[in-house]
C-alpha cells in the first residue's frame, strides 16, 4: 500500500493542536549577499532554545527570493539539519510552498524529501484567479503533504479570499491548521466561522499571523453561532509569525502564559494591556507606517543587534530599513525593554554560533 504523505506524523499533530510558537524563520546574508550558513544556524538554535516548538523557512520573512537564487533548497536543508541535530523533542517543520501548481508541487516535494511535516500553502500566484481553480490547486498540493492554510494581506503581496472559499478548504482531509494573516477582523472571523461551520474544528487547529494582534488572538474566545442557536467555541491554538522571529523567549513565555490560563477564567489586567505594547512593538519592527515596506529588514535590524545577523541585507538591495524606522525600533527597545530577550540571546550566542564542522553546499 503507498505511504500517505498527507497525514502528520502523531507527534507533531498533537503538536500543532495544542498551540504553540512557530517563529518564521528570516534569511542571514554575508557582506556580498551570499547565505551566510554560521548565521543562519545560529538563528535556528536560537529559536529552539528559545522553547519554539516549530520553524517556519521558506516563508515571507525567509524572502520569497531565495527561489530564483537557487537557495530554496539549502536553507530549507539547513533548518532541518540544525532541528535534528539541536534536540530531540518533536520541532513542526513548516515549509512555505508558493507559486502556480507545478512550482508548488516541486517545492512539496523537495521540502517533504527534506523531513519536512507540513506545507505553509501561499496562493498569492493565483491572484484574479477564480477561487474554484485556487482549491484546485490546494487539493493537488494536499496529495503531496499535509497544508497549513495562509490568508495574506495584500500589503505583503496577498489577497483577501471568501468565506464560502475557506469553508471549501477546511473540508479538505489534508488540512491540519490555518495561519490567519488578514490584518482584518472581519476577515479573521470569516476563517474562523468556516472552519467551525465546516465541521473541522477538531482537525484543524487555529494560528494567528495577525502581527498587529497577537495577544488578543491567543486570550479571545471566538463563538460561532448558527441559525439553529447552536454554538462552537474557537480558540486560536498559537502563532506562525514574522514578529516571533525576534524576540521569541518572550513570545513562548506569553504563549506559556495564555496556555495556562483557566478555561472561563478571568483574563488579567496586564495581560490584556500588553496587546497594545506588543503591537507597538511590531509596529516599529514591521514598518507599519510605510504599508509594512520595512518589514523584513525591521526583524534583520533586531537580530542584527544581537549579533545574531551580521547585517540587515536582504536578496533585493532595495529592501531595506525604511526612513526613521531605525530610530522606532530603538524607542520601542527602550519603552518595552521586558519584551526583548537580549540577556537570554548574549548568554547564549557564542554556543548557538559554533561552527562545529558545519558544511553545506550552496548555489548562489
Not at 490546494?138 to 483577501?160: Q, T
Not at 477546511?170 to 491540519?176: G, K, P, T
Not at 536578496?315 to 540577556?343: C, F
Amino acid at each position: 500500500m503507498p505511504e500517505n504523505h498527507a497525514v502528520l506524523p502523531p507527534s507533531i499533530g498533537e503538536l500543532i493542536r495544542r498551540g504553540t510558537v512557530i517563529p518564521a524563520h528570516p534569511l542571514a546574508l554575508d557582506e556580498a549577499g551570499r547565505l551566510d550558513a554560521v548565521h543562519q544556524r545560529a538563528i535556528s538554535r536560537y529559536y529552539l532554545d528559545a522553547g519554539a516548538g516549530g520553524l517556519a523557512v521558506g516563508v515571507h520573512t525567509t524572502q520569497f527570493a531565495i527561489r530564483e537564487n537557487g537557495l530554496y533548497e539549502p536553507v530549507l536543508r539547513l533548518a532541518a539539519e540544525t532541528a535534528r541535530e539541536w534536540t530531540d523533542r518533536p520541532v513542526a517543520l513548516v515549509a512555505g510552498v508558493t507559486g502556480r501548481t507545478p512550482q508548488a508541487l516541486d517545492e512539496a516535494a523537495t521540502a517533504r524529501g527534506l523531513g519536512y511535516h507540513a506545507a505553509l500553502l501561499n496562493v498569492a500566484a493565483f491572484r484574479d484567479t477564480p477561487e474554484a481553480d485556487v482549491l484546485d490547486h490546494c487539493r493537488r498540493i494536499a496529495e503531496v503533504m499535509p497544508l497549513i492554510g495562509f490568508s495574506l494581506l495584500p500589503e505583503v503581496g496577498g489577497f483577501h479570499l471568501s468565506y464560502d472559499f475557506w469553508r471549501a478548504f477546511a473540508e479538505i482531509d489534508s488540512v491540519v491548521a490555518i495561519k490567519m494573516a488578514p490584518f482584518d477582523r472581519y476577515r479573521t472571523l470569516d476563517i474562523i466561522r468556516a472552519v467551525a461551520d465546516a465541521g473541522a474544528t477538531d482537525r484543524i487547529a487555529l494560528y494567528t499571523g495577525n502581527d498587529d494582534h497577537i495577544v488578543l488572538d491567543l486570550v479571545v474566545p471566538f463563538t460561532v453561532r448558527r441559525e439553529d442557536g447552536a454554538e462552537d467555541t474557537l480558540r486560536i491554538r498559537g502563532g506562525l509569525l514574522g514578529h516571533w522571529s525576534v524576540w521569541t523567549r518572550r513570545a513562548v513565555e506569553l504563549l506559556d502564559r495564555v496556555q495556562a490560563l483557566p478555561d472561563g477564567g478571568a483574563v488579567p489586567a496586564d495581560l490584556l494591556a500588553l496587546d497594545a505594547r506588543v503591537t507597538d512593538s511590531n509596529g516599529a519592527v514591521y514598518d507599519a507606517r510605510n504599508a509594512f515596506r520595512g518589514c523584513i529588514p525591521g526583524c534583520l535590524e533586531i537580530l542584527h543587534g544581537q549579533g545574531l545577523v551580521t547585517g540587515t541585507r536582504c536578496l533585493d538591495p532595495d529592501e531595506r530599513l525604511s526612513p526613521g524606522q531605525a530610530a522606532e525600533i530603538d524607542r520601542v527597545r527602550r519603552v518595552h525593554p521586558d519584551l526583548t530577550d537580549d540577556a537570554f540571546v548574549e548568554a547564549n550566542l557564542k554556543r548557538w554560533l559554533a561552527d562545529d564542522g558545519l558544511s553545506i553546499e550552496l548555489v548562489a
